[in-house]
Structures are given as structure tokens and as C-alpha cells.
């Protein structure tokens, strides 16, 4: 046992300590509840781990699951349960002899007596710092009133209160949704939620109900159940990450498009690219990848909606090679799965590039994919204008695209951020002379002025290629121009 010990009882949870501002405060009672299936037992196990690690003793108080299957699912996680103590308590096989059930399992005063008693001794004989308490749900079916069953709580909370032991009791809430009777009791409540999709995994987020004399992040938090165990992603808050850097230009390798963008994208700013699918918005955003790589910085790129095999194909008939990036490290590129990944867990991916990699550079590609991985569109902007101003806050240049619905003409976004971006540029395909073509043009800038043309871009094996601006149409924006000049000047043809 150790002589000196923190304030705080780390949960040996992955986040969830930052979550919780330190931990869980010792010799206090803590609640920790959720529907079957959210991960109590697992962030219990690693509680109780971390204890053990940190030289305390660990006692686990089984009401619902037995030993074996506690033991199964540690060994699932890899985990060995050396070192903590499991009481199960539960019936043993003798008892359910019909000459011997009144003795423990019709009584219902007899049995919480028995089940009271028998959690103390096993107290007795361990001594821990740590216990879980697994589940309270069997307690309040005992109790059989609201009453009764709060009774019995506080004497819960106040043996152990004289022992200054940590302990988590554990609710599945499958009894009584409505009884908050520990909430009012327990000196923090923590809440997990699984909400399921009509497609793909199902979600898990967490959020601190209370916590007595204590600052915490408030909110939900997504986390995940993988091997290994629960991980946390807290919420981003972009205002506690600041950084000083100079706010200089970064032109790209056109000076066509540098001087569309008046003197090319400041650091740490985000420029948002629209338009519809086919325009090349992608490999649009390489152009701005191998311009960082050509000043020694690191890129991250995350793809939603593209094979990567194929975006590496497709950049080769740009001139850009991908992969030669890919392993000088200067290009991090990851395939996002939407149907997989939180949100919470992407944020933590990007986060984790620029802080612990250090990107200068992140593309997300695209917004679509992205809000695929969201529960609803308020919650997209939301999370997007945290990670964007966490970004510029951090120096790091973001790229977003989002294709549009349609190909010419009206066209509507899936979600509109335009808002949020300091650099938004307007991809169209339009007609002209009996052929389809394309057009480029920047409608707004927050860091400087800008150029207000529009002009026609090509992309072939020679990159990126802007024509001048096509001052002799008007309506290209709309896909069909009209002819207002008979001296019109368009990409790969001469004068007229």
C-alpha cells in the first residue's frame, strides 16, 4: 500500500481523467450508469487496474455477473485480474434447494440484511482503497421501495465514507429509469449513452451529470469500446489551445491561382472548396499538399469518400506523386470509414497529427463523408467550428471540400459552412462552344483582398492550368454563359 497519494483516483481510462479534471475524488461514492451494453464493467476493470498499478488494493463486488464471466471479459481485453480481489455475491448452488430458498431469496428484508452484511465483510477481510459495486439493481429490487432503497444507499455511502475508500457503484438502469435516488447521493454521477444508427456501429458518448466541488468538462463525449478497453475522446475546446506564429502567405505552385487568391492562403487559416462532383476538388487540395511539402512542412490528409489506390492513381496523372510523399512523410494520409468513426474520435486524429506530428497542413476530404459520420447537421457545424478554430489557433492551413448536389446550374450544398471558412472558392463546370469545361473563381476572403475574376482551369499531366480571366462571357457561374465579346480567349484555343 502506498504512504502518499493524490487528491484524485485516476480511472486508468484513456481521456476520461481529462474529462473529470484529474479523477475521481477519494473516499467519495461515485455513480457510474448506462443501459446494458455501455461499457460499465470495462471502465469498472480499469479502474480497479489503475488502482492496482498505483500499489492499491482493489475489491470488485459482483451482484449481477459471476467471476468466471468477470474473468472472461478481462481476458477478452487482454487483461489479467491479478491483484484485485472479486467477491461474487450471488446464491450458491445449495441455497436454491427449496428447503433452503427462504433463508435468502424470498425474504426480501432477510435478503438486503444478507447482502448488506455479506458486502461489509468482504470489505472487512480485503481492506481496499478501491471498490465497484456491480450492480445497484440488484439492490433496488431487494429494497422493493424508493425509501427503502435509500435508505440503504446512505449506509452504503457512510460505512465507506469512515474508510476512506473510492468507491463506483455500478446502475443499468434496467429497473426504475425514473429513480434518481443516488444521483442526490452519490458525490459525482457519471452517464453513458449508446445510441444506435440505422447504419453502421453503434455510438457511445459519455457525460459528468454532477460533480460535487469539482470543475469538469461539461457536455458529451464520444468514446469507444475496443481491446484494451474504454477510450474517451473529450470534447474539443478550441479557446485552451493557443500558439503564436506568423500569419504569413503560403502561395501555391501556380502563380495563376496565387494571384486568383491575392498572394496564395495565409497560415493558419481555412479555405473551403465547393463545387460539384467531377470539378477536382481533391486534387485541388494536393496542389496546396506538395506546395507545403516543398517547404519541408508535413501534411495530413483525411479521405472520406475516395479509395485511396485510386486517389494515388488519379494524382500520378497529375504529376504528383503520392506515394514518394507518403514515404518521406511529408504526406499522412488516412482512409476514414464514416460509418465506423465518431466524431469525437476524428478530432482526436487530427489533433493528434498536428500536435504529436506536427502538420502544418490538414485536408478533409470532403464534408460529406464527415457529416455521414455525424448525428445530425447542428451538431456538424458545431463540431467543425471547434476544429477550425483549434486549427488556425494551432497554425495549421485546413483545406475542406464539399461537393455540391447537381452538375450545372442551381446547385445546393449538403450543409452550409461557408460561414465558417476565411477562404471559400467556387469550382463550376460550364458550356462553351460546344464543349464542357470548368471554372474557378474565389468569392470570398477574410485575411486579404483577393481577385474577383473568373477564370477557366484545366487539370492534366501538367498540374494545375488557369487561363486569364473570362471577362467575355457572362453567367459562367451559372453553367451557361452568354458570349458578350467575339474576342473570348478559353484554354487550349487561340484568339479569335
Known amino acids: 500500500?502506498?504512504?502518499?497519494?493524490?487528491?484524485?483516483?485516476?480511472?486508468?481510462?484513456?481521456?476520461?481523467?481529462?474529462?473529470?479534471?484529474?479523477?475521481?475524488?477519494?473516499?467519495?461514492?461515485?455513480?457510474?450508469?448506462?443501459?446494458?451494453?455501455?461499457?460499465?464493467?470495462?471502465?469498472?476493470?480499469?479502474?480497479?487496474?489503475?488502482?492496482?498499478?498505483?500499489?492499491?488494493?482493489?475489491?470488485?463486488?459482483?451482484?449481477?455477473?459471476?467471476?468466471?464471466?468477470?474473468?472472461?471479459?478481462?481476458?477478452?481485453?487482454?487483461?489479467?485480474?491479478?491483484?484485485?480481489?472479486?467477491?461474487?455475491?450471488?446464491?450458491?448452488?445449495?441455497?436454491?434447494?427449496?428447503?433452503?430458498?427462504?433463508?435468502?431469496?424470498?425474504?426480501?428484508?432477510?435478503?438486503?440484511?444478507?447482502?448488506?452484511?455479506?458486502?461489509f465483510e468482504a470489505f472487512e477481510r480485503v481492506r481496499p482503497n478501491r471498490v465497484v459495486l456491480d450492480s445497484l439493481s440488484e439492490i433496488r429490487l431487494l429494497a422493493q421501495s424508493s425509501l427503502r432503497y435509500r435508505r440503504q444507499i446512505l449506509a452504503l455511502k457512510h460505512y465507506f465514507a469512515k474508510q476512506d475508500t473510492t468507491v463506483l457503484m455500478l446502475d443499468d438502469l434496467t429497473t426504475d429509469l425514473n429513480d434518481k435516488t443516488v444521483h442526490s447521493v452519490?458525490?459525482?454521477?457519471?452517464?453513458?449513452?449508446?445510441?444506435?444508427?440505422?447504419?453502421?456501429?453503434?455510438?457511445?458518448?459519455?457525460?459528468?451529470?454532477?460533480?460535487?466541488?469539482?470543475?469538469?468538462?461539461?457536455?458529451?463525449?464520444?468514446?469507444?469500446?475496443?481491446?484494451?478497453?474504454?477510450?474517451?475522446?473529450?470534447?474539443?475546446?478550441?479557446?485552451?489551445?493557443?500558439?503564436?506564429?506568423?500569419?504569413?502567405?503560403?502561395?501555391?505552385?501556380?502563380?495563376?491561382?496565387?494571384?486568383?487568391?491575392?498572394?496564395?492562403?495565409?497560415?493558419?487559416?481555412?479555405?473551403?472548396?465547393?463545387?460539384?462532383?467531377?470539378?477536382?476538388?481533391?486534387?485541388?487540395?494536393?496542389?496546396?499538399?506538395?506546395?507545403?511539402?516543398?517547404?519541408?512542412?508535413?501534411?495530413?490528409?483525411?479521405?472520406?469518400?475516395?479509395?485511396?489506390?485510386?486517389?494515388?492513381?488519379r494524382a500520378k496523372g497529375l504529376g504528383i506523386d503520392l506515394q514518394q510523399l507518403i514515404d518521406q512523410g511529408m504526406l499522412l494520409i488516412e482512409q476514414v470509414d464514416a460509418a465506423e468513426l465518431t466524431p469525437g474520435e476524428f478530432t482526436e486524429r487530427v489533433r493528434g497529427c498536428v500536435q504529436e506530428k506536427g502538420a502544418r497542413t490538414v485536408i478533409i476530404d470532403s464534408l460529406n463523408g464527415y457529416q455521414a459520420a455525424m448525428p445530425e447537421e447542428s451538431a456538424l457545424v458545431l463540431h467543425m467550428h471547434e476544429l477550425l478554430q483549434y486549427l488556425n489557433r494551432q497554425g495549421a492551413t485546413t483545406f475542406l471540400t464539399v461537393a455540391q448536389h447537381g452538375l450545372v446550374g442551381d446547385m445546393k450544398a449538403p450543409v452550409d459552412v461557408t460561414y465558417l471558412a476565411d477562404t471559400v472558392i467556387l469550382l463550376r463546370y460550364f458550356e462553351a462552344r460546344g464543349r464542357v469545361r470548368r471554372a474557378i473563381s474565389v468569392i470570398k476572403k477574410r485575411t486579404s483582398a483577393h481577385e474577383d475574376t473568373i477564370r477557366e482551369y484545366r487539370l492534366d499531366s501538367n498540374g494545375l492550368t488557369l487561363g486569364k480571366p473570362l471577362v467575355e462571357f457572362q453567367g459562367v457561374l451559372r453553367g451557361v454563359p452568354t458570349l458578350v465579346s467575339h474576342e473570348a480567349r478559353l484554354l487550349g484555343e487561340k484568339e479569335l
Open 186 to 313: 452519490a458525490h459525482g454521477v457519471i452517464a453513458l449513452e449508446e445510441v444506435a444508427r440505422d447504419y453502421g456501429a453503434e455510438r457511445r458518448r459519455l457525460r459528468i451529470v454532477k460533480y460535487r466541488g469539482r470543475r469538469f468538462r461539461g457536455g458529451f463525449h464520444d468514446f469507444i469500446i475496443d481491446t484494451g478497453g474504454v477510450r474517451v475522446f473529450p470534447r474539443l475546446i478550441s479557446a485552451e489551445h493557443r500558439k503564436t506564429f506568423s500569419r504569413e502567405p503560403l502561395p501555391s505552385e501556380s502563380a495563376e491561382l496565387n494571384a486568383l487568391l491575392g498572394g496564395g492562403v495565409e497560415r493558419g487559416s481555412s479555405v473551403l472548396i465547393l463545387g460539384p462532383a467531377g470539378t477536382g476538388k481533391s486534387l485541388l487540395t494536393l496542389t496546396f499538399a506538395v506546395g507545403a511539402a516543398s517547404r519541408g512542412e508535413r501534411t495530413a490528409m483525411f479521405v472520406f469518400d475516395e479509395e485511396l489506390g485510386l486517389l494515388i492513381e
Open 1 to 119: 500500500m502506498t504512504t502518499h497519494r493524490n487528491d484524485s483516483a485516476q480511472t486508468g481510462v484513456q481521456g476520461l481523467d481529462q474529462v473529470l479534471v484529474g479523477g475521481l475524488a477519494r473516499g467519495r461514492v461515485f455513480l457510474l450508469e448506462g443501459s446494458p451494453g455501455t461499457g460499465k464493467t470495462t471502465i469498472a476493470t480499469q479502474f480497479l487496474q489503475a488502482g492496482a498499478a498505483a500499489g492499491e488494493r482493489g475489491l470488485y463486488i459482483t451482484l449481477s455477473e459471476t467471476e468466471d464471466e468477470l474473468r472472461a471479459s478481462a481476458r477478452s481485453h487482454g487483461w489479467s485480474l491479478d491483484g484485485i480481489s472479486i467477491y461474487e455475491l450471488v446464491p450458491p448452488e445449495s441455497l436454491l434447494d427449496e428447503e433452503q430458498q427462504q433463508s435468502l431469496l424470498y425474504s426480501s428484508d432477510l435478503e438486503l440484511g444478507e447482502t448488506t452484511k455479506r458486502i
